[in-house]
C-alpha cells in the first residue's frame, strides 16, 4: 500500500508563489510516474503537471511557463513550485503515482492519491 501525503497549500495573493509537497510512504512510488491534479468547486478534476522516473516532465497549458515539477528522491518526495499564481489557481490541489515508470495525462490512469490540500489565490 502506498500513502501520500500533500502539503505546502495556503492563501496567497494573486502574482505571488506557493510550493506544494508530496510525500510517499509504504513502497517507493515516487520512483514512478507522479503527477499534480487540481480541483475548482463546480469543475471537473484536471491534471496540471506531471513527472516520470526519468524526470520527463508534462504541463498543463494553463500553468507552463509558471509552474514546475520536481522530484527528490532521496526523500521520496515530488514538489510542485507555483509562481505568478491568480485567482484561477484556486482549488483543492491532488498528488497521484501510479505503477509505472512513465507519466500519464488522465487521472484514471494513476493507482494512489493523496487527500489533497487547498490553494487560494486571492486578487
Known amino acids: 500500500q502506498v500513502r501520500l501525503v500533500e502539503s505546502g497549500g495556503g492563501w496567497v495573493q494573486a502574482g505571488g508563489s506557493l510550493r506544494l509537497s508530496c510525500a510517499a510512504s509504504?513502497?517507493?512510488?515516487?520512483?514512478?510516474?507522479t503527477g499534480w491534479f487540481r480541483q475548482a468547486p463546480g469543475k471537473e478534476r484536471e491534471l496540471v503537471a506531471t513527472i516520470s522516473a526519468g524526470d520527463s516532465t508534462y504541463y498543463a497549458d494553463s500553468v507552463k511557463g509558471r509552474f514546475t515539477i520536481s522530484r527528490d528522491t532521496a526523500k521520496n518526495t515530488v514538489h510542485l513550485v507555483m509562481n505568478s499564481l491568480n485567482p484561477e489557481d484556486t482549488a483543492v490541489y491532488y498528488c497521484?503515482?501510479?505503477?509505472?515508470?512513465?507519466?500519464?495525462?488522465?487521472?484514471?490512469?494513476?493507482?494512489?492519491w493523496g487527500r489533497g490540500t487547498q490553494v487560494t489565490v486571492s486578487s
Open positions: 497521484a503515482s501510479r505503477y509505472s515508470s512513465t507519466y500519464a495525462l488522465t487521472a484514471d490512469r494513476f493507482d494512489w
Open positions: 509504504g513502497r517507493t512510488s515516487i520512483n514512478y510516474g
